[in-house]
């Protein structure tokens, strides 16, 4: 899109180079809507587990979780914004806002979800491997400076995409967050994709090799059958947790650089830049599903939330046998007052 000039030159422009890719969000609406209300309870869940459990003794697997549940949370904030652009029924200044600030924090909290569900890997890797447990790498000191580290450095990353100046352009229905962007603006975007990039190839590495290794001596034990059916079990964690990672998150990096590319005028193909935006929404909605599977990983790897977690279900439970109770003796009260007249 163009910037404002004059009526005429504006239409001109439009006809010439309009490219609408965001037509066709019916599908996506519904599913993110879905993810939405499927990952908020588990997760305002896991605040609550979180918060209520104790905390005497801090461990660094937890430190990399809470910063696991902040990233889902900041997205759930998020996640709305983007739902109400793409039915159409937002208004023009918040359609601008999604692109300025909502879009960023939802890559914000993408990212620092990679990282830490890497961190989670690893941790568990050097936790349950006696040779390194010397290290100062799995302490919480050094994980809570890991974790700052993380979001100081997605947030110098990103927050440019928010305070870059923005282009003025025409009020319109499908509204293409990469029209408002200068050049300056396209090129610290481009940038920024490639620094994610290469931070989820660094992650990516530490999640396999961990897995690998961590696959490599489970598996020795199977010369002990005590130990081998214990580890089977830890196996298939394992490789669930790091399939999941593949599966969630390596489709969304194929598409995304080549997507970049049609949004800073590398690909100039309408056709094509509508098919990798389709891309682009089908493998981010497949990364931000994690969120509904997250709080499942909260109650697998931090024993006191699932000790807080099973009495907060305890707790529920209870007021609904008291109802059953009354239920049960309502009837019967009645009949003895029946048999009695």
């Given at each position: 899109?163009m910037?404002?000039?004059?009526?005429t030159?504006?239409a001109?422009?439009e006809?010439?180079e309009?490219c609408?890719i965001n037509?066709q969000?019916?599908p996506?609406?519904v599913l993110?809507?879905?993810v939405f209300?499927?990952g908020?309870?588990?997760n305002?869940?896991s605040l609550?587990?979180f918060?209520?459990?104790?905390?005497?003794?801090?461990?660094?697997?937890?430190?990399y979780?809470v910063?696991?549940?902040?990233?889902?949370?900041l997205?759930l904030?998020?996640?709305?914004?983007?739902?109400?652009?793409?039915?159409?029924?937002?208004?023009?200044?918040?359609?601008?806002?999604h692109?300025?600030?909502?879009?960023?924090t939802i890559y914000?909290?993408?990212y620092?979800s990679?990282?830490?569900?890497a961190f989670?890997i690893?941790?568990?890797y050097?936790?349950?491997?006696?040779?390194?447990?010397?290290?100062?790498?799995?302490?919480?000191?050094f994980?809570?400076l890991?974790?700052?580290?993380v979001?100081?450095?997605?947030?110098?990353?990103?927050v440019?995409?928010?305070?870059?100046?923005?282009?003025?352009?025409?009020?319109?229905?499908h509204l293409?967050?990469?029209?408002?962007k200068?050049?300056?603006?396209?090129h610290?975007h481009?940038?920024?994709v490639f620094?994610?990039t290469?931070?989820?190839l660094?992650?990516?590495a530490?999640?396999l090799v961990s897995s690998?290794?961590?696959l490599?001596?489970l598996?020795?034990?199977?010369c002990?059958?005590?130990?081998w059916?214990?580890?089977r079990?830890?196996?298939?964690?394992?490789?669930?947790v790091?399939?999941?990672?593949?599966?969630s998150f390596?489709?969304?990096?194929?598409?995304?650089t080549?997507?970049t590319?049609?949004?800073?005028?590398?690909?100039?193909d309408?056709s094509t830049?509508?098919q990798l935006?389709?891309?682009?929404?089908?493998?981010?909605?497949?990364?931000?599903?994690?969120i509904?599977?997250d709080?499942?990983?909260f109650?697998?790897?931090?024993?006191?939330f699932?000790?807080?977690?099973?009495?907060?279900?305890?707790?529920?439970?209870?007021?609904?046998d008291?109802?059953?109770e009354k239920?049960t003796?309502?009837p019967?009260?009645s009949?003895?007052?029946?048999?009695?007249?």
């Amino acid at each position: 899109m163009m910037p404002y000039s004059s009526n005429t030159s504006a239409a001109g422009a439009e006809g010439a180079e309009q490219c609408i890719i965001n037509d066709q969000m019916g599908p996506f609406i519904v599913l993110y809507i879905l993810v939405f209300i499927t990952g908020l309870p588990g997760n305002l869940l896991s605040l609550w587990a979180f918060i209520s459990s104790p905390t005497e003794k801090q461990q660094s697997s937890r430190i990399y979780l809470v910063n696991l549940l902040a990233a889902n949370l900041l997205l759930l904030l998020a996640l709305p914004f983007k739902i109400l652009m793409d039915i159409g029924a937002a208004p023009w200044n918040l359609m601008v806002f999604h692109c300025q600030a909502s879009a960023v924090t939802i890559y914000i909290s993408l990212y620092a979800s990679i990282a830490f569900l890497a961190f989670i890997i690893t941790d568990r890797y050097m936790q349950d491997c006696p040779s390194l447990r010397s290290l100062r790498l799995h302490e919480v000191g050094f994980a809570r400076l890991l974790s700052v580290v993380v979001w100081l450095l997605l947030l110098l990353i990103m927050v440019p995409n928010m305070a870059l100046p923005t282009k003025r352009v025409q009020v319109q229905q499908h509204l293409k967050c990469s029209s408002l962007k200068t050049d300056l603006g396209l090129h610290w975007h481009a940038l920024t994709v490639f620094l994610c990039t290469a931070l989820f190839l660094n992650a990516s590495a530490a999640v396999l090799v961990s897995s690998g290794l961590t696959l490599k001596r489970l598996l020795r034990s199977r010369c002990d059958p005590k130990l081998w059916s214990d580890a089977r079990q830890a196996a298939a964690s394992v490789t669930a947790v790091a399939a999941a990672y593949v599966l969630s998150f390596v489709p969304y990096h194929v598409v995304r650089t080549p997507y970049t590319l049609a949004q800073t005028k590398v690909i100039n193909d309408c056709s094509t830049e509508r098919q990798l935006f389709l891309g682009k929404e089908a493998t981010l909605l497949l990364s931000v599903l994690h969120i509904c599977f997250d709080p499942m990983l909260f109650f697998c790897l931090c024993s006191p939330f699932r000790r807080t977690a099973r009495k907060m279900m305890s707790y529920c439970r209870r007021p609904t046998d008291c109802n059953e109770e009354k239920e049960t003796v309502q009837p019967t009260t009645s009949a003895l007052q029946e048999a009695a007249v």
